[in-house]
C-alpha cells in the first residue's frame, strides 16, 4: 500500500458525460500526478499540482481539467467523454515539487465509457 | 519535448538467466531516470533510479547504467525469477521545478520457471 487513495475504483458510463476522479495524497506530501494509462499508449503525463498550484501540464486534453484543494487531496474532472477515453487513470503523490524521487502512485481508477 | 522508447517490447527469459532492458531518450536536459515496475492489474511501483551524475546503480539483483553521451540507460536484471514477470516502464525528467516524467511504453518482461 503506497498510501495513496483514489475513488472510485471503476467507473462505467456512456459518451457524452461527465466525470469525477478523487485522489488523496500520501501524508505530507504537496505534490499530485495524474497519468493515463492506455494498452497503446503506456503511462501519458497529464498534469502536476503543487501545494494547490498548477506545476506541470502534458498531455491533458482541453476537455480535461484538474484541481489540488486546500487539504492536497486532487480531482480530474473529465468531460464529453469519447470511448477512447476508456482508460486506466492513475494518480501519484510525492514530498517534492520538482522530479528527481520517487513518485507513489495510487491503485487507479478504471474508466470504461461505452 | 522528450521522448523516451523501449527496446525490445517483450522479453521473455529462462528462470536464473539475467535480462537486459534497454531505454533511449532525447533530451539531453534530462538528468533523472527511475524505472518503475507494473504487475499485472497493480499499481507502478520504483524499483531503481539515477541521476546523470553517476554511470551506474546496483541494488541487490538489479543495476541501472547510463551513457549519457548515447543518450541511453538500460536495467539488469540478475538471477530472474518468476515474480520478476511483470511491466518495466523506464522514464526521464530533468530534476526541478516544472519538469515532467516521461515514461516509455513499456516492456512486457516473462520469466519462464
Known amino acids: 500500500d503506497s498510501g495513496v487513495t483514489q475513488t472510485p475504483k471503476h467507473l462505467i458510463t456512456a459518451t457524452g458525460q461527465r466525470v469525477t476522479l478523487r485522489c488523496s495524497p500520501r501524508?505530507?506530501?504537496?505534490?499530485v500526478y495524474w497519468y493515463q494509462q492506455s494498452l497503446d499508449q503506456g503511462l501519458q503525463f497529464l498534469i502536476q499540482?503543487?501545494?494547490?498550484?498548477?506545476?506541470a501540464k502534458g498531455n491533458i486534453l482541453e476537455r480535461f481539467s484538474a484541481q489540488q484543494f486546500p487539504d492536497l487531496h486532487s480531482e480530474l474532472n473529465l468531460s464529453s467523454l469519447e470511448l477512447g477515453d476508456s482508460a486506466l487513470y492513475f494518480c501519484?503523490?510525492?514530498?517534492?515539487?520538482?522530479?528527481?524521487?520517487?513518485?507513489?502512485f495510487g491503485p487507479g481508477t478504471r474508466l470504461t465509457v461505452l | 519535448g522528450e521522448n523516451v522508447e523501449q527496446h525490445p517490447s517483450t522479453l521473455s527469459v529462462q528462470e536464473g538467466d539475467s535480462a537486459v532492458i534497454k531505454c533511449t531518450y532525447s533530451?539531453?536536459?534530462?538528468?533523472?531516470f527511475p524505472w518503475y515496475k507494473q504487475e499485472l492489474g497493480k499499481r507502478p511501483q520504483l524499483i531503481i533510479d539515477?541521476?546523470?551524475?553517476?554511470g551506474e546503480k546496483k541494488d541487490q539483483r538489479i543495476a541501472v547504467t547510463l551513457n549519457k553521451t548515447a543518450k541511453h540507460f538500460s536495467l539488469h536484471i540478475t538471477e530472474t525469477q518468476p515474480e520478476d514477470s511483470a511491466v518495466y516502464f523506464c522514464?526521464?525528467?530533468?530534476?526541478?521545478?516544472?519538469?515532467?516524467?516521461?515514461f516509455g511504453k513499456g516492456i512486457t518482461l516473462s520469466v519462464r520457471p
Open positions: 501524508s505530507g506530501d504537496l505534490s
Open positions: 539515477i541521476r546523470s551524475n553517476v
Open positions: 499540482y503543487y501545494n494547490g498550484e498548477e506545476r
Open positions: 533530451d539531453s536536459a534530462s538528468n533523472y
Open positions: 522514464a526521464a525528467s530533468e530534476i526541478g521545478a516544472n519538469s515532467k516524467l516521461t
Open positions: 501519484a503523490s510525492s514530498p517534492s515539487g520538482g522530479h528527481g524521487g520517487e513518485q507513489f
